[in-house]
């Protein structure tokens, strides 16, 4: 089968890789291997072990502007100051996918997808952050997702859609040297934006009464002079108990080398789960064979046996109770984290995720 992923990548990744990386003498396939092998995200590694599945593969990314206009050299494509959209879909029109699996690119939804169903015998899309109401799904066959009430509100709106929660790449042991001795007692990982409700709430209070080190984007505003927060924040820092436990951003193989030293990492999920958990975290920690202190959800058990492969809490005062002891007995960590490791590498794999995908891939023809 012929199976066409489109992505995205977070703009400051590929800004600080593309500064770190001199692609300049390198063509389209050499700049993108060099990409994958950052581990950012998770399509490249879908991608790679589709092709180990013996299947036919293309992947685009499609906002990495060097990269996509690399591509379009060397296939003599002539595109314009719209070439986000117009590479993207010569690629598309070229490779004629079997499948053409749409990551959450909203920009891609709706029309976009509607003129490259021609080329494709099916779409099928990742979906499990919200979606604008007004995004058209007219020409999506498949939804899938890891958050198990967007897959029922999905399929009472008549699309079909299946639950499939997210994978770990057991390459990436070999690129960050697995296992390492567990320098960071405690980390978070992730983002830091007007979505993420909970999760603020969370560490404000974690960063007061523990030792939580911080990485991810979005902690420090950069105000231009021209704004008023400029000046306030001068006077005024913003969150400066979080300010103080930020490290800075980690991505792709950064970030899964600090998860692997942290002792504890961190996880908790939003509202709009509906007291469902399974986010990329929770296999991205367990996968390096970290102890995941992760919120208790309706489906927990189904994933992980709490207290054996995963520490779990009801309320912030709890997981800082739990901290404290487990920082006070470090060996029982590290053996949660063990045990998270094998089930993870065991069931939780990309070759297991494959078989599954394909299950529901094959019932579409």
Same mark, same amino acid.
């Given at each position: 089968?012929?199976?066409?992923?489109?992505?995205?990548?977070?703009?400051?990744?590929?800004?600080?890789?593309?500064?770190?990386?001199?692609?300049?003498?390198?063509? /389209?396939?050499?700049? &993108?291997?060099?990409?994958?092998?950052?581990? %950012?995200?998770? +399509?490249?590694?879908?991608? #790679?072990?589709?092709?180990?599945?013996?299947?036919?593969?293309?992947?685009?990314?499609?906002?990495?502007?060097?990269?996509?206009?690399?591509?379009?050299?060397?296939?003599?494509?002539?595109?314009?100051?719209?070439?986000?959209?117009?590479?993207?879909?010569?690629?598309?029109?070229?490779?004629?996918?079997?499948?053409?699996?749409?990551?959450?690119?909203?920009?891609?939804? $709706?029309?976009?997808?509607?003129?490259?169903?021609? /080329?494709?015998?099916?779409?099928?899309?990742?979906?499990?952050?919200?979606?604008?109401?007004?995004?058209?799904?007219?020409?999506?066959?498949?939804?899938?997702?890891?958050?198990?009430?967007?897959?029922?509100?999905?399929?009472?709106?008549?699309?079909?859609?299946?639950?499939?929660?997210?994978?770990?790449?057991?390459?990436?042991?070999?690129?960050?040297?697995?296992?390492?001795?567990?320098?960071?007692? /405690?980390?978070?990982?992730?983002?830091?934006?007007?979505? #993420?409700?909970?999760?603020?709430?969370?560490?404000?209070?974690?960063?007061?009464?523990?030792?939580?080190?911080?990485?991810?984007?979005?902690?420090?505003?950069?105000?231009?002079?021209?704004?008023?927060?400029?000046?306030?924040?001068?006077?005024?820092?913003?969150?400066?108990?979080?300010?103080?436990?930020?490290?800075?951003?980690?991505?792709?193989?950064?970030?899964?080398?600090?998860?692997?030293?942290?002792?504890?990492?961190?996880?908790? #999920?939003?509202?709009?789960?509906?007291?469902?958990?399974?986010?990329?975290?929770?296999?991205?920690?367990? $996968?390096?064979?970290?102890?995941?202190?992760?919120?208790?959800?309706?489906?927990?058990?189904?994933? %992980?046996?709490?207290?054996?492969?995963?520490?779990?809490?009801? +309320?912030?005062?709890?997981?800082?109770?739990?901290?404290?002891?487990?920082?006070?007995?470090?060996?029982?960590?590290?053996?949660?984290?063990?045990?998270?490791?094998?089930?993870? &590498?065991?069931?939780?794999?990309?070759?297991?995720?494959?078989?599954?995908?394909?299950?529901?891939?094959?019932?579409?023809?």
């Amino acid at each position: 089968m012929k199976l066409l992923f489109l992505t995205s990548y977070y703009p400051p990744f590929l800004e600080k890789f593309l500064k770190q990386h001199d692609c300049s003498g390198l063509n /389209f396939d050499q700049t &993108l291997t060099k990409l994958l092998e950052q581990f %950012f995200a998770d +399509t490249g590694s879908l991608c #790679h072990y589709t092709e180990k599945a013996g299947n036919e593969t293309f992947l685009i990314i499609a906002n990495c502007e060097v990269l996509q206009k690399k591509w379009a050299n060397e296939n003599n494509f002539m595109y314009t100051d719209n070439w986000f959209y117009e590479i993207a879909f010569e690629q598309i029109k070229a490779f004629k996918p079997d499948v053409f699996y749409l990551e959450y690119v909203t920009e891609f939804f $709706g029309e976009f997808a509607k003129s490259v169903s021609p /080329f494709c015998k099916k779409i099928v899309s990742w979906i499990s952050s919200p979606l604008n109401p007004n995004t058209k799904l007219n020409n999506i066959d498949l939804v899938f997702s890891s958050t198990p009430d967007f897959v029922d509100s999905f399929r009472k709106q008549g699309i079909a859609a299946e639950y499939m929660h997210p994978a770990f790449d057991p390459r990436i042991l070999q690129e960050i040297k697995n296992p390492q001795q567990k320098t960071i007692p /405690f980390s978070f990982v992730g983002g830091w934006s007007d979505v #993420h409700i909970n999760r603020k709430i969370a560490l404000k209070k974690l960063a007061k009464n523990t030792a939580i080190q911080l990485w991810g984007y979005n902690y420090i505003k950069n105000f231009s002079k021209r704004e008023l927060g400029y000046y306030k924040n001068i006077l005024i820092k913003e969150n400066p108990e979080i300010i103080k436990r930020y490290k800075g951003e980690a991505w792709g193989l950064q970030m899964y080398d600090i998860i692997q030293k942290s002792l504890i990492t961190f996880n908790i #999920h939003e509202s709009l789960l509906k007291g469902y958990v399974g986010n990329m975290r929770m296999f991205e920690a367990t $996968g390096v064979g970290t102890m995941v202190l992760n919120d208790e959800g309706t489906n927990l058990s189904s994933l %992980f046996v709490p207290g054996q492969e995963i520490e779990t809490y009801k +309320t912030i005062d709890e997981a800082i109770e739990k901290v404290n002891y487990y920082t006070a007995n470090p060996q029982k960590a590290i053996e949660i984290g063990k045990k998270a490791q094998q089930r993870t &590498l065991n069931e939780y794999n990309y070759d297991n995720y494959v078989k599954i995908l394909f299950s529901h891939l094959n019932r579409l023809f």
